[in-house]
């Protein structure tokens, strides 16, 4: 009976819908096996996200968890550009840490933002997310991409929000016409291949 090898890679995150996200994204793929910081009893505690741009903190992170775990990495950071307001009033890399501050519990995250939105004269707020993606192998090789999803934020929620995405009752997407806490396995499948085909092909590299 053949042997299959399965090379292991850490996902650098335990945002629970990261890690659903990744998970749907990545289940195509065969020879590799996803685990998430949450399968890793060890790891009590997260990487800095220290930089103020999502590339520079992708970069970062996942030659903190490679070096840590000695397995391939794959991390991500985001960054939340909204177009009604200043280049000093921007969210960028701070979404959840408002002003510089500590980080913000989810349902803090919620009320802040839906504060902002409505507070702006605008129905629909146009904006986008900036998803920077990096892998990093115990080989010393990088690979790394950026995309930019383009977003409405809505002033009264949708739903519950999804856990660890607080936004998500708030965040419509423009193509699907839905906030991304009611999207369906099938919306979230067509919005992976829409933008998020190359971070598969990324793996093709390794």
Known sequence: RKTIFMKTVVLGTKNP???????????SMSGFRFISLRDLPSMDKSIMEP?????????????????????????????????CLSSKEQPGT???????GCNLSDQEVHEYYLKLFCD???????AYWRHAFCVATITGEFYEMVVDKPC??????????????????????????????????KDQQFL?????????????KV
């Open 120 to 126: 702006q004269p605008e129905q629909e707020l146009s």
């Open 17 to 27: 819908a990261k890690v659903a996200q990744y998970t749907t994204l990545f289940k």
């Open 152 to 185: 409405l934020f809505i002033k009264e929620p949708i739903g519950a929000y999804t856990p660890g995405y607080p936004l998500s009752s708030l965040c419509k997407d423009p193509l699907i016409g839905k906030v991304d806490a009611r999207m369906t396995k």
């Open 51 to 83: 930089f103020d741009t999502a590339e520079q903190n992708a970069h970062h992170k996942a030659v903190q968890y490679r070096d840590l775990f000695n397995k391939d990495v794959f991390t991500n950071d985001q960054a939340l550009y909204i177009d």
């Open 192 to 204: 992976n291949t829409k933008y998020f085909s190359g971070v598969v092909d990324l793996w093709k």
């Open 94 to 100: 701070l979404v959840r840490r408002v002003n510089g």
